[in-house]
DNA sequence: GCAAAATAGTTACCCAGGTAACTATATAGG
DNA sequence: CCTATATAGTTACCTGGGTAACTATTTTGC
């Protein structure tokens, strides 16, 4: 097996999802990144970017610099957390009320993303990216 | 199995495995997308740019700023085609000169992240890989 | 032969990943 | 108590993915 073919493949199949993702959730004026800190938020309830950063594996300024973007459109906001220097960034109500159809859509998309892996096949893939870097 | 997990997951890893590429690529003032150019280039010749944005499944605009960078950098060098219009890219002496060597330190760095799986689950992945999206 | 369509590449501008260096606040230790 | 260190977040700047709209050249087809 060609290691560098193998992890150029990758690289592409990935960047193949992003897009393809980034044009589902065009439609919610959304992108791929910001979907997800939503789902995140969703899961986790609010949390501070810390927190974020840890949970998605984003360096720190790349998070400020998202939820810089979601403010603007209005998706999240922050609060004080427990500290002058902590913030707690939490969905707004717009974001409550559209996240079950986004999260639909999203699920959708996923859906034709593996629609050609069996079960046991997304279970090994599961497997073996675990087994990854 | 859980879809979107799956798909954060294979996400997570890619980011991971160019993060550790462009460390490794870091000394000789190399990139991942200029090596991914400079590894075409020797399996296939010089190109046209086109050539190279269907050969990696990237966009032509991205191509050019990536040629961009690695020509001031002194990696490749064009010459006009059999066209006005086209550019045939080809690398440098110097790009020559060094390939062998950072291909054989990239090797290593694949190697590296490959480590834990089975050559038998390398193909499982590659397999499963081209069955998705 | 000339206008319409296709092709090669570029430019301008998004979003998103990263690092290095910074501010401000909080915590630990001497 | 006061300084040194750690933590939360930001700013500035890099690479690299994308789209839309553009120029210039070449083909195509009427």
Redesign the pocket.
């Known amino acids: 097996m060609d290691q560098q073919h193998l992890v150029h493949l990758l690289n592409q199949r990935v960047?193949y999802i992003n897009?393809s993702l980034n044009e589902t959730l065009k439609q919610y004026g959304l992108?791929?990144?910001?979907w997800?800190i939503l789902f995140c938020l969703v899961t986790n309830g609010s949390m501070?970017?810390?927190e974020i950063s840890n949970y998605l594996?984003?360096?720190?300024?790349?998070v400020?610099?998202?939820?810089k973007?979601m403010e603007a459109s209005g998706w999240v906001e922050k609060a004080q957390?427990k500290?002058?220097?902590?913030?707690l960034v939490g969905l707004t109500d717009m974001a409550e009320m559209k996240y079950e159809e986004i999260k639909e859509v999203v699920s959708i998309h996923d859906q034709e993303i593996l629609t050609n892996l069996t079960e046991g096949e997304r279970e090994t893939l599961y497997n073996i990216l675990l087994k990854l870097g």
Chains 1, 2 share one sequence.
């Open positions: 960047r897009k992108y791929s990144a910001q997800s501070t970017q810390t594996n984003v360096e720190k300024p790349t400020t610099r998202t939820l973007r957390g500290d002058k220097r902590e913030l």
